[in-house]
Protein backbone atom coordinates (compact mmCIF):
# COMPACT_ATOMS: atom_id res chain seq x y z
CA UNK A 1 0.00 0.00 0.00
CA UNK A 2 1.37 3.58 -0.95
CA UNK A 3 1.90 4.77 2.15
CA UNK A 4 4.56 7.51 4.94
CA UNK A 5 6.42 5.89 6.14
CA UNK A 6 9.13 7.81 9.65
CA UNK A 7 11.59 6.57 11.09
CA UNK A 8 12.99 5.32 13.71
CA UNK A 9 9.73 4.94 15.80
CA UNK A 10 11.53 6.12 19.12
CA UNK A 11 14.77 8.35 19.07
CA UNK A 12 16.65 9.26 22.36
CA UNK A 13 19.38 11.91 22.00
CA UNK A 14 21.53 13.87 23.83
CA UNK A 15 21.15 17.64 25.05
CA UNK A 16 23.16 19.15 21.67
CA UNK A 17 23.79 16.10 19.80
CA UNK A 18 23.02 16.32 16.23
CA UNK A 19 19.88 14.35 15.32
CA UNK A 20 17.64 13.67 11.87
CA UNK A 21 14.69 11.88 11.40
CA UNK A 22 13.48 10.53 7.86
CA UNK A 23 10.60 10.45 6.35
CA UNK A 24 10.01 8.43 3.03
CA UNK A 25 6.40 8.07 0.58
CA UNK A 26 5.43 6.14 -1.56
CA UNK A 27 2.28 8.30 -2.62
CA UNK A 28 4.33 10.41 -5.39
CA UNK A 29 2.76 13.78 -3.51
CA UNK A 30 4.56 16.84 -4.74
CA UNK A 31 4.56 18.43 -0.80
CA UNK A 32 5.46 17.05 2.65
CA UNK A 33 5.42 18.67 5.71
CA UNK A 34 6.80 18.34 8.80
CA UNK A 35 4.42 19.10 12.22
CA UNK A 36 5.67 19.03 15.22
CA UNK A 37 2.93 17.63 18.33
CA UNK A 38 4.46 18.65 22.07
CA UNK A 39 2.91 16.35 24.79
CA UNK A 40 -1.37 16.77 24.62
CA UNK A 41 -1.07 19.35 22.23
CA UNK A 42 -2.05 20.31 18.38
CA UNK A 43 0.03 20.00 15.70
CA UNK A 44 2.45 22.67 14.39
CA UNK A 45 3.08 23.38 11.62
CA UNK A 46 7.45 23.88 11.42
CA UNK A 47 8.01 23.60 7.82
CA UNK A 48 6.93 22.35 4.37
CA UNK A 49 8.61 21.55 0.46
CA UNK A 50 6.42 22.65 -2.45
CA UNK A 51 8.30 20.07 -4.82
CA UNK A 52 11.68 21.20 -4.04
CA UNK A 53 11.00 24.46 -2.82
CA UNK A 54 11.47 24.54 1.40
CA UNK A 55 9.00 26.92 3.37
CA UNK A 56 9.70 27.84 6.45
CA UNK A 57 7.43 28.85 9.21
CA UNK A 58 7.84 31.89 10.62
CA UNK A 59 8.22 30.98 14.17
CA UNK A 60 10.19 27.57 13.64
CA UNK A 61 13.29 28.04 15.79
CA UNK A 62 16.74 28.15 13.19
CA UNK A 63 17.68 25.22 15.33
CA UNK A 64 15.42 23.08 13.05
CA UNK A 65 16.60 22.49 9.42
CA UNK A 66 15.03 20.01 6.54
CA UNK A 67 16.33 18.31 3.34
CA UNK A 68 14.23 16.96 1.03
CA UNK A 69 16.96 14.97 -1.33
CA UNK A 70 14.13 13.47 -3.89
CA UNK A 71 10.40 13.47 -4.48
CA UNK A 72 10.66 10.36 -1.84
CA UNK A 73 12.36 11.45 0.84
CA UNK A 74 12.74 14.38 3.97
CA UNK A 75 14.60 14.96 6.52
CA UNK A 76 14.25 16.98 9.64
CA UNK A 77 17.39 17.90 11.31
CA UNK A 78 17.81 19.19 14.66
CA UNK A 79 21.34 20.96 15.50
CA UNK A 80 21.51 21.01 18.67
CA UNK A 81 18.46 19.38 20.89
CA UNK A 82 17.25 21.37 23.61
CA UNK A 83 14.95 19.18 26.33
CA UNK A 84 11.82 21.73 24.83
CA UNK A 85 12.23 19.95 21.53
CA UNK A 86 11.05 16.58 22.54
CA UNK A 87 7.99 15.78 21.18
CA UNK A 88 6.18 13.84 18.72
CA UNK A 89 7.65 14.78 14.69
CA UNK A 90 4.96 14.13 11.91
CA UNK A 91 5.75 13.62 8.32
CA UNK A 92 3.01 14.38 6.23
CA UNK A 93 2.26 14.23 2.30
CA UNK A 94 -0.21 15.97 -0.18
CA UNK A 95 -0.69 16.68 -3.75
CA UNK A 96 -1.80 19.99 -5.25
CA UNK A 97 -5.35 20.47 -4.80
CA UNK A 98 -6.08 17.09 -4.00
CA UNK A 99 -8.15 17.44 -0.40
CA UNK A 100 -5.89 14.14 0.82
CA UNK A 101 -3.17 14.86 4.24
CA UNK A 102 -1.23 11.71 4.37
CA UNK A 103 0.59 11.29 7.88
CA UNK A 104 3.19 8.86 8.92
CA UNK A 105 3.47 7.55 12.48
CA UNK A 106 5.63 9.52 13.46
CA UNK A 107 8.60 9.60 15.28
CA UNK A 108 8.83 10.48 19.17
CA UNK A 109 11.68 12.38 20.20
CA UNK A 110 12.93 12.18 23.47
CA UNK A 111 15.99 14.22 24.58
CA UNK A 112 18.30 13.68 27.49
CA UNK B 1 -7.33 33.74 10.16
CA UNK B 2 -9.25 30.57 9.43
CA UNK B 3 -9.44 28.51 12.39
CA UNK B 4 -11.55 25.30 14.44
CA UNK B 5 -12.12 25.41 17.81
CA UNK B 6 -12.53 22.29 20.25
CA UNK B 7 -14.10 23.05 23.26
CA UNK B 8 -13.87 20.16 25.43
CA UNK B 9 -10.68 19.01 26.42
CA UNK B 10 -11.98 15.61 27.56
CA UNK B 11 -15.32 13.85 26.50
CA UNK B 12 -16.39 11.23 28.60
CA UNK B 13 -19.02 8.19 27.18
CA UNK B 14 -20.14 4.81 28.36
CA UNK B 15 -19.70 2.04 25.67
CA UNK B 16 -22.52 1.47 23.87
CA UNK B 17 -23.96 4.80 23.90
CA UNK B 18 -23.96 7.53 21.38
CA UNK B 19 -20.97 9.45 21.31
CA UNK B 20 -20.60 13.81 20.21
CA UNK B 21 -16.74 14.95 19.85
CA UNK B 22 -17.47 19.14 19.18
CA UNK B 23 -15.93 21.15 16.78
CA UNK B 24 -16.53 24.83 15.24
CA UNK B 25 -14.65 26.74 12.41
CA UNK B 26 -13.84 30.18 11.63
CA UNK B 27 -13.27 30.36 8.02
CA UNK B 28 -13.82 32.75 4.98
CA UNK B 29 -15.29 31.06 2.00
CA UNK B 30 -16.22 27.30 1.63
CA UNK B 31 -14.56 25.17 4.43
CA UNK B 32 -12.55 22.55 3.76
CA UNK B 33 -12.68 20.46 7.36
CA UNK B 34 -11.30 16.85 8.31
CA UNK B 35 -11.67 14.91 11.64
CA UNK B 36 -8.16 12.61 12.58
CA UNK B 37 -7.76 10.08 15.63
CA UNK B 38 -4.73 9.82 17.16
CA UNK B 39 -3.84 6.80 19.49
CA UNK B 40 -0.77 7.03 22.07
CA UNK B 41 2.20 7.39 20.12
CA UNK B 42 0.99 6.92 16.92
CA UNK B 43 0.57 8.97 13.83
CA UNK B 44 -2.93 10.72 12.40
CA UNK B 45 -5.26 8.94 11.02
CA UNK B 46 -7.71 10.11 8.85
CA UNK B 47 -11.31 9.58 9.84
CA UNK B 48 -13.22 11.65 7.15
CA UNK B 49 -13.52 14.98 5.65
CA UNK B 50 -16.19 17.43 4.17
CA UNK B 51 -15.58 18.89 1.32
CA UNK B 52 -18.73 19.61 -0.15
CA UNK B 53 -22.34 18.18 -0.87
CA UNK B 54 -24.10 15.99 1.60
CA UNK B 55 -24.18 17.81 5.00
CA UNK B 56 -23.42 14.23 6.99
CA UNK B 57 -20.42 12.78 6.16
CA UNK B 58 -19.64 9.21 6.67
CA UNK B 59 -16.04 8.09 7.43
CA UNK B 60 -14.06 5.36 9.13
CA UNK B 61 -14.79 2.67 11.84
CA UNK B 62 -18.63 3.77 12.09
CA UNK B 63 -18.05 7.99 12.62
CA UNK B 64 -19.66 10.62 10.80
CA UNK B 65 -20.04 14.26 11.18
CA UNK B 66 -22.45 16.98 10.45
CA UNK B 67 -21.65 19.82 8.59
CA UNK B 68 -23.95 22.72 9.67
CA UNK B 69 -22.91 26.00 8.13
CA UNK B 70 -25.64 28.14 10.22
CA UNK B 71 -23.77 27.16 13.38
CA UNK B 72 -20.33 26.75 11.87
CA UNK B 73 -20.13 23.25 13.13
CA UNK B 74 -18.30 20.24 11.75
CA UNK B 75 -19.49 17.87 14.88
CA UNK B 76 -18.09 14.32 15.27
CA UNK B 77 -20.83 11.38 15.94
CA UNK B 78 -20.93 7.97 16.17
CA UNK B 79 -24.13 5.93 16.98
CA UNK B 80 -22.17 3.23 19.80
CA UNK B 81 -19.34 4.28 21.18
CA UNK B 82 -16.56 1.18 21.97
CA UNK B 83 -13.99 0.82 24.27
CA UNK B 84 -11.37 0.83 21.35
CA UNK B 85 -12.80 4.29 20.44
CA UNK B 86 -10.96 5.67 23.08
CA UNK B 87 -8.01 8.66 21.66
CA UNK B 88 -7.81 11.70 20.97
CA UNK B 89 -9.29 13.52 17.83
CA UNK B 90 -8.31 16.34 16.37
CA UNK B 91 -10.82 18.37 14.05
CA UNK B 92 -8.50 20.51 11.35
CA UNK B 93 -9.28 23.12 8.58
CA UNK B 94 -6.93 23.13 4.83
CA UNK B 95 -5.67 26.65 5.40
CA UNK B 96 -4.13 27.97 2.50
CA UNK B 97 0.16 27.93 2.42
CA UNK B 98 2.02 31.09 0.90
CA UNK B 99 4.40 28.93 -0.92
CA UNK B 100 2.18 28.80 -3.86
CA UNK B 101 -1.20 28.51 -5.05
CA UNK B 102 -3.09 25.26 -4.52
CA UNK B 103 -0.51 24.81 -1.68
CA UNK B 104 -2.38 23.97 1.82
CA UNK B 105 -1.93 22.52 5.14
CA UNK B 106 -4.04 21.58 7.92
CA UNK B 107 -4.66 23.57 10.83
CA UNK B 108 -5.51 21.44 13.70
CA UNK B 109 -7.80 22.28 17.09
CA UNK B 110 -6.26 21.59 20.47
CA UNK B 111 -7.44 17.75 20.53
CA UNK B 112 -10.64 16.32 22.38
CA UNK B 113 -9.61 13.22 24.68
CA UNK B 114 -12.26 10.45 24.37
CA UNK B 115 -12.69 7.88 26.65
CA UNK B 116 -14.91 5.32 26.54
CA UNK B 117 -15.90 3.40 29.66
CA UNK B 118 -16.80 0.07 29.89
Known amino acids: DAMVIQNPRYQVTQFGKPVTLSCSQT?????MYWYQQKSSQAPKLLFHYYDKDFNNEADTPDNFQSRRPNTSFCFLDIRSPGLGDAAMYLC???????????FGSGTRLTVV | AQSVAQPEDQVNVAEGNPLTVKCTYSVSGNPYLFWYVQYPNRGLQFLLK??????LVKGSYGFEAEFNKSQTSFHLKKPSALVSDSALYFC????????????????FGKGTKLSVIP
Open chain 1, 27 to 31: LNHNV
Open chain 1, 92 to 102: ATSRDREKVYT
Open chain 2, 92 to 107: AVRTSLYSGAGSYQLT
Open chain 2, 50 to 55: YITGDN
